[in-house]
């Protein structure tokens, strides 16, 4: 089975504060994902990344950056965390077969509350 | 650009009563499309595909092409069906992109 794993469940913080999380996935996937998830607002792409070194952003990147320096280990940054970036933060990973619509794998969200 | 749409944010039901959720795109190529489901607790999770047209847990999704619709449908709901269901749309193609979600909409099946 395809695991997603994400450094942290709940994770609370100060506003203005530098933030990062973490997943990894273990199933060599090319695709990576960060997602955050709001009531009423569904998944929203924040970046993704489908290789090494490689990032593209999604549809809210703003306030958010991305790191990739291991194909398993996709990291989301907050540079300085803001009050309306309490949010459920969903990582997700997928193979990379070119052409083919692939199921995306999640992991269990990092629920994220600044203060 | 692609667009996914599902009208209902919340849909009750009774235990035992048909259940359709709603889903409609906009894509002008062969679409590819996917029930996610996310339990109470749960991370989120394929539920099915189009592609593969089959059944799971109950719940079937047909592709009309000329309504752009990919309802999901139960003939007889279950308690243990209340989740938060997502629709995601077509693939712009290739294996980078990310899924464009729906908004979700929130199945609470009543005793």
């Known amino acids: 089975d395809v695991k997603v794993t994400q450094s942290s469940r709940y994770l609370v913080k100060r506003t203005g504060e530098k933030v990062f999380l973490e997943c990894v996935q273990d199933?060599?996937?090319?695709?990576m994902f960060w997602y955050r998830q709001d009531p009423g607002l569904g998944l929203r792409l924040i970046y993704f990344?489908?290789?090494?070194?490689?990032?593209e952003k999604g549809d809210i990147p703003e306030g958010y950056s991305v790191s990739r320096e291991k194909k398993e280990r996709f990291s989301l940054i907050l540079e300085s965390a803001s009050t309306n970036q309490t949010s459920m933060y969903l990582c997700?990973?997928?193979?990379?077969?070119?052409?083919?619509?692939?199921?995306?794998?999640f992991g269990p969200g990092t629920r994220l509350t600044v203060l | 650009a692609q667009r996914v749409t599902q009208p209902e944010k919340l849909l009750s039901v009774f235990k035992g009563a048909p259940v359709e959720l709603k889903c409609n795109y906009s894509?002008?190529?062969?679409?590819?499309l996917f029930w996610y489901v996310q339990y109470s607790r749960q991370r989120l999770q394929l539920l099915l595909r189009?592609?593969s047209r089959e059944s799971i847990k109950g719940f079937t999704a047909d592709l009309n092409k000329g309504e752009t619709s990919f309802h999901l449908k139960k003939p007889f709901a279950q308690e243990e069906d209340s989740a938060m269901y997502y629709c995601?749309?077509?693939?712009?193609?290739?294996?980078?992109?990310?899924?464009?979600f729906g908004k979700g909409t929130h199945l609470i099946i009543q005793p």
């Open positions: 997700a990973s997928s193979p990379g077969t070119s052409g083919v619509r692939n199921e995306q794998f």
């Open positions: 199933m060599d996937h090319e695709n």
């Open positions: 990344s489908y290789d090494v070194k490689m990032k």
């Open positions: 894509y002008s190529g062969s679409p590819e």
């Open positions: 189009h592609i």
């Open positions: 995601a749309p077509p693939s712009s193609g290739g294996g980078a992109d990310g899924l464009t």
